[in-house]
């Protein structure tokens, strides 16, 4: 589509600004976009700017802070780290166990979904939609009086259950959408040389999907580390504690330190802006997938 | 995602197929005794995605239901008694001072959301359609609000709206749009559209993204057509744009709706559902009753209607959905 419109575009110019002068305009245009998409992307990111900015601010009432950190002070790092740097771990901890368990039940089903022939497929799929749609205090209420049997509270692999009801079906849609265009030939030509349907799908289909596994596994990591709600409802002590509810219990009914709660604010973008920067096709791709199947 | 398919003729797709000890294992074949044990098989691949669907989707739907009919309260944490009472937590919540508010404040809530993020995510999609220098680069860096923790969009935004030394309050001083630092977050009558106002900023990046796609899915042609014909500008978008656009459209709203509706990260770190209970919506409703009051039978309840509300959007959903499908 776009190269359609790069060409249509380029012959028109090429058309009506045969001359220096009008070319010259053009880029001069476009220039002007760019300036004006800068200017928007400024203000969206504002926020996350004065974010920054406030974390950077010596501690007390940062709130009437400078427009920027002339003086940069990591007082309110160093707090944050030693009230949040167990919570960041937890976090961290639950964010990596709800990716391996959301690619091992996922991938699978998604092949299975892409691929073999059952009847109830349109059905499993209806489901799984559906599914993303359960607001997340339905799931948490069921769950805390389930956990409060099971000893699940206050525990990782509960967190890290919960957090994949957030990434799961995102998931299954994401590499299923990806894996029905997989040829079937290529998993048989394995088949006829013996191995079997769990070793081609090892071997074959995962390696095949690569680009859209990275993709399921960034968005997982992603909602399990915003994960608010179950952090809110399934812990009770301060001995599993993600880093969300930190950040909620230090915000509390009145901010006593700002530049603390601003500086666990900038430690927990970390991820979302590095995997931003880093793997943007693999985010864009994610962003688009997840909704339109 | 058409950049995946490229990975296709690499060397390690193309790898299993020249692993020679493996030609030592027995050869298989697709032969009757065997074709039950691969349907077997089969059906492992999708087992552990249905019981983790059961256990925590299905499960908590019909507990809630069943809990809803239940005095379910701290004391069944002691006693393991639950007593039935059929429709009384619902009388509970419909006869509760909070309850016509927590609707109208949904109600509002979503609406206001999703018109501020469609407009403005429309404007930017729109704007993004125009060929230059980092649009690309641009559009994938706008995302950054829609994927950061939303507790830390809150704690942001919170120090942002504070009254007294925000910076929002300051700005609109300093250029002279308000003669009295704004009350945002402390305020029964502005709290809502803050919280609105910040959910509108976190969800433009998922609209632009939609949206984008969509216009980027227009052929170019038809504006040519139109261009001949003297449609160029607004009265391209009326035509144009808008009409072929239209699927995307009910997609996103939809989306939008069912999103929105089950907002708590934003209003819980933002206002706590405060003050003056201005910001109470079915969600926080739900989540204070059950987790606060540790009234679990009305929590549910609540949540209850909540899914009711969902899912008739979820219909709306998935015909939008299988319209833009066929088209």
Known sequence: ?293 | MSTTMSSTGTPDAGQPQTDEPRRSTPPAHPRRGRFSREAVTKVMFVVPAAIYLVLFFGYPVVKNVTMSLQEYTTRTFFTGEAPWVGLANYATVVGSQLFGPAMLNTALFTIGSILGQFVIGLALASFFKRRFPLNGFLRSMLLLPWLLPLIVASATWRSILDQDSGILNRFLEGVGLIQEPVPWLTSPSVALIAVILVNIWVGIPFNVTLLYSGLQDIPEELYEAGAMDGATGWKAFWHITWPNLRPVVSVVLVLGVVYTIKVLDIILGLTNGGPANSTQTLSIRSYQESFVNFEFGVGAAYSNILILISLLFAIIYLRANRRAVDE
């Open chain 1, 1 to 293: 589509m776009t190269t359609a419109t790069a060409t249509a575009a380029h012959t028109l110019g090429a058309r009506s600004a045969p001359t220096p002068r009008r070319h010259r305009h053009a880029a001069a245009t476009r220039g002007m976009y760019t300036a004006l998409g800068v200017l928007f992307l400024g203000i969206m990111l504002f926020p996350i700017y004065w974010m920054i900015n406030a974390s950077l601010q010596p501690s007390g009432n940062t709130l009437t802070a400078d427009f920027f950190p002339w003086n940069p002070d990591f007082g309110g790092y160093e707090k944050a780290i030693a009230d949040q740097g167990a919570n960041l771990v937890t976090s961290l901890i639950v964010s990596l166990g709800t990716v391996v368990l959301s690619l091992a039940i996922a991938a699978p089903a998604a092949y299975a979904l892409a691929q073999f022939r059952f009847r109830w497929i349109n059905g499993a799929l209806l489901a799984i939609l559906i599914s993303q749609m359960i607001p997340g205090i339905v799931i948490a209420n069921a769950l805390y009086t389930a956990y409060n049997d099971l000893g699940l509270l206050n525990s990782i692999p509960g967190l890290i259950l919960a957090d994949a009801t957030h990434a799961i079906p995102f998931a299954i849609l994401i590499l299923r959408a990806f894996m029905v265009g997989i040829p079937p030939s290529i998993v048989e030509a394995a088949r006829v040389d013996g191995a079997g349907l769990v070793r081609a799908f090892v071997s074959i289909v995962v390696p095949i999907s690569r680009n859209s596994i990275i993709t399921a596994a960034l968005f997982a990591f992603l909602f399990s580390w915003s994960d608010f709600l179950f952090a809110l409802t399934l812990t009770t002590t301060d001995e599993v504690r993600p880093v969300t509810l930190g950040i909620y219990q230090y915000l509390g009914t009145q901010v006593a330190n700002w530049s603390a709660v601003m500086a666990t604010a900038v430690l927990s973008s970390i991820p979302a802006i590095v995997l931003l920067v880093l793997a943007q096709k693999y985010i864009a791709a994610g962003a688009l997938g997840g909704s339109i199947k």
